[in-house]
C-alpha cells in the first residue's frame, strides 16, 4: 500500500489565481517527483528532488516552482493559473535503500484553469 | 539514463499470457531494467524490476537478454484488469543522480 498523498483531488480555478498542489508521502523517501500528463499522453516529468533542501527542473520545462523544506512534503505552486496549464499532475516518490527503489505515485491532482 | 524502445500498441486474449518486448540498447552496467503500468489515468504502478537475472512476482515474470539489451516482460495468464500502458525503464537502481523519467509505453489491450 502505496503512502503517498495529494490533494486536493481535482481543482478548478479562474486564471490569475495562485495554487498550491500538495504532496506527502510517509515512507521516508529521499527522492521526490512531480509529472504532468494530458489525457491520453505521456507522462512529463517538471520537476525533482533528490531531498531537503534539493530541487531541480525535469524534462519538460514548467511555470510551476517545487519546495522541498521536510522530507516527506514536496509542494508544488503556480503563481499565476493559466489555461494552459490545465492538466492532471502526479506525484511521485522512491527510496535509495537496498534492492525495493520502485517509485510510488499519488492518485494525482486534475486541474482545470478557467 | 538509458533510452528505451516499445511498440506502441499490442493486443492479447483474455487468459493467454501477454508478452512486452522493450529494447534498451545502451544499458549501462549499473542500470536496472523497471517496469510500470498505469490503468486510465490513475498514478503508475510498479510491477517488477531486475539486472541481469529473470526475475518473477505475483504479478510478472521478466526475463531479460543476456546481452541485456532488450527484455520482456510477461503477464502468464492476462485479464481484461490489465490494460492499461506499459513502460519500460532503465534507470540506476540507488544512486542519487537519477531521474525516473518515462517513455510513451505500450498500450496492451486484453480482449475477450
Given at each position: 500500500e502505496a503512502d503517498i498523498y495529494q490533494t486536493p483531488r481535482y481543482l478548478v480555478i479562474g486564471t490569475g489565481k495562485k495554487i498550491t498542489l500538495e504532496c506527502s508521502q510517509t515512507m521516508g523517501h529521499d527522492k521526490m517527483y512531480w509529472y504532468q500528463q494530458d489525457p491520453g499522453m505521456e507522462l512529463h516529468l517538471i520537476h525533482y528532488s533528490y531531498g531537503v533542501n534539493s530541487t531541480e527542473k525535469g524534462d519538460l520545462s514548467s511555470e510551476s516552482t517545487v519546495s522541498r523544506i521536510r522530507t516527506e512534503h514536496f509542494p508544488l505552486t503556480l503563481e499565476s493559473a493559466r489555461p494552459s496549464?490545465?492538466?492532471?499532475?502526479l506525484c511521485a516518490s522512491s527510496g535509495t535503500q537496498g534492492?525495493?527503489?520502485?517509485?510510488?505515485?499519488?492518485?494525482?491532482t486534475r486541474l482545470t484553469v478557467v | 539514463?538509458?533510452?528505451?524502445?516499445?511498440?506502441?500498441?499490442?493486443?492479447?486474449?483474455?487468459?493467454?499470457?501477454?508478452?512486452?518486448?522493450?529494447?534498451?540498447?545502451?544499458?549501462?552496467?549499473?542500470?536496472?531494467?523497471?517496469?510500470?503500468?498505469?490503468i486510465h489515468s490513475q498514478g503508475p504502478q510498479y510491477i517488477i524490476h531486475g539486472l541481469k537475472n529473470?526475475?518473477?512476482?505475483?504479478?510478472?515474470?521478466?526475463?531479460?537478454?543476456?546481452?541485456?539489451?532488450?527484455?520482456t516482460l510477461i503477464l502468464p495468464h492476462a485479464t481484461l484488469r490489465?490494460?492499461?500502458?506499459?513502460?519500460?525503464?532503465?534507470?540506476?537502481?540507488?544512486?542519487?543522480?537519477?531521474?525516473?523519467?518515462?517513455?510513451?509505453?505500450?498500450?496492451l489491450q486484453v480482449t475477450l
Open positions: 496549464h490545465t492538466s492532471q499532475y534492492w525495493r527503489t520502485e517509485a510510488f505515485f499519488g492518485q494525482g | 539514463d538509458a533510452k528505451t524502445t516499445q511498440p506502441p500498441s499490442m493486443d492479447c486474449a483474455e487468459g493467454r499470457a501477454a508478452n512486452l518486448p522493450c529494447n534498451h540498447s545502451t544499458i549501462s552496467g549499473n542500470e536496472y531494467v523497471y517496469w510500470y503500468r498505469q529473470n526475475e518473477t512476482n505475483e504479478m510478472a515474470s521478466l526475463i531479460i537478454t543476456e546481452d541485456r539489451k532488450s527484455s490489465d490494460t492499461a500502458v506499459y513502460y519500460c525503464i532503465v534507470r540506476v537502481g540507488a544512486g542519487t543522480a537519477s531521474k525516473l523519467t518515462f517513455g510513451t509505453g505500450t498500450r
